[in-house]
């Protein structure tokens, strides 16, 4: 059987943790932060698990992650 390629796209977006599981960055923090409040912007700074609703799928683009 042919190897499989990986998502270079979300080879680049996600990590794996020692548990197995992904880890991302969340979205809209890059501009339009005037209207933001500082919390939520504080909270945005922090790295998040992938859903688990997600994780088939993510699979199947990361196969060697």
Do not use: C, Q, W
């Not at 059987?1 to 080879?11: G, L, V």
């Not at 680049?12 to 020692?18: I, P, Y």
């Amino acid at each position: 059987m042919p190897k499989i390629k990986t998502k270079r796209a979300a080879a680049k977006r996600f990590k794996a943790t020692g548990t197995g599981k992904l880890k991302r960055n969340k979205a809209y923090k890059s501009h339009i932060l005037t209207k933001k409040s500082t919390k939520r912007k504080r909270n945005l700074r922090k790295a998040a698990m992938t859903d688990e609703t997600n994780i088939k799928n993510m699979k199947k683009v990361l196969p060697y992650l």
